[in-house]
């Protein structure tokens, strides 16, 4: 006969089976968020460990993963979790050279091996246009276009628009009332220097008379509109740069002052620095500096900014005869400073100071690197500080803490600006041949001969790379296509 529970029983039965379920529930849930955070049961040693977590994508998407031998089951874009150390991985994809990279990875950690670029194993590079001569080449920021110059000593600009699968041209010419014509008998040449942020203005340098330069602004939808800096303002600046993300405000530096110049008021600033012995640009308010020596036989880093009464010094050095470079950059919210100071490279990390409050700056790292740097500089996302040496370049990546030196394969014949084709990855064209240098020096490959000199550009959808080379028939503009169809 079937035995019933009591009455008086029943209450604490429920209570035991409601207990025992929110128990187990709470239990699952716990165990799933220590997966979730990365722990794994360690069998060796019977501890539960934190892991991480990585993530793997690639251009184009869809390569195989190894990890530390192991091949996982879904292509990129793609994540697995791991234990903390060192770790491998492979991507492989049809049709493709073979991509490689090792990471730490610390409890907690998410590790992104997201920039990996795969390089076709075969690259036959198209002809595209002939020009009888190009004496520059200058690559847009954001690589929607190249402005190529034939002749230096001429007005005239060719303009590739490299956004479609069709390049589009168009001639750009500097109306004859933007410059000096020079004396009869002297020469003159153009020299394309920098592109706008925006990528709606050109600043060109233009020597005549042996001996004099002025700055020109040109307007790409509007080369009629071109504006003559140096006369506008009466200026004979040395040092040219845009400011911020527009193309209406530039910081100029004229002997040891710098100020900034608003084209849309045609106002000069007072000096945001004297004594200035170089400079980089922050934003469109503010740059960075790093001074001569002063009356006290001192030499400073520190910013400048055109809302700021005076200058804000960052760090102090003795005037040796040791190089002085500084840049700075934000990454996550989080300000940081990097300083070169002979082969001293320093990276602060904080608050800087303001005219109300003094800086909260610490020691990121300090690095050693080899003697000769000519420059310093954080990359376009400021994950990386780089600093250009003269065999190659010196990188400190900021998120993953880790210093890596990098030797070109081949020496330039002249010395060039670090160049970079994404944000991840530098180019040289040193010995003729394009080659591609991911930030820690990691997989690098040569692409397709080029012209040394000449600035190559990856369109903006990453399918192809175009580069200038000389040959018997003149000038080509061409391109290699990176991404396989």
Known sequence: MKREVSKRRQPFVRTAVYSFMTLTVAIIVALLMLVVLGYSFNEQDGKLEQGGLLQFSSVPSGATVTLDEVKLGSNTDTKATVDTGNHSAIYNRTGYREWRKSIYINPGQIGWLSYARLIPKDISPQDLRTFVTISGALASPRQNYLLLHEAADQPTFTLANIQGDTVRYTNLTLPAGSYTAPSAGKSQ?????????????????????????????????????????????????????????????????????????????????????????????????TIVYATAANDKNQRTVGYAAIDIAEPQTIATYPADNQSL??????????????????????????????????????IYTKQTIPAGAVSVEMSHNSRFVVAHLADGFATYDIELKKYDKTTWASQPAAGRQLEWLDEYMLWTDYGGALRFYEFDGGNQQNIMPVTEGLDVSLSPNGKYIYGVLKTDKGFELRRAKLILE
């Open 325 to 362: 470079f500084a840049d700075m950059g934000s990454y996550f919210n989080r300000r940081y400073v990097a300083i070169l100071h002979g082969n001293q490279l320093s990276v602060l990390a904080g608050t800087v100071p303001t005219p109300s409050q003094k800086a909260d700056l610490k």
């Open 189 to 285: 040449s153009f020299i394309a220097e920098s592109w706008s942020r925006d990528e709606n203005a050109v600043l060109i340098r233009h020597s005549y008379n042996d001996n004099q330069t002025e700055w020109l602004w040109m307007e790409r939808n509007s080369p009629e509109k071109s504006i003559n800096i140096s006369t506008t303002f009466g200026i004979a600046p040395s040092k040219v740069l845009f400011g911020g993300g527009g193309n209406r405000l530039i910081f100029v530096q004229t002997d040891d002052i710098v100020r900034r110049v608003n084209l849309d008021d045609q106002t000069l600033s007072r000096p945001l620095i004297t004594k200035a012995a170089s400079f980089t640009v922050y934003d469109e308010k």
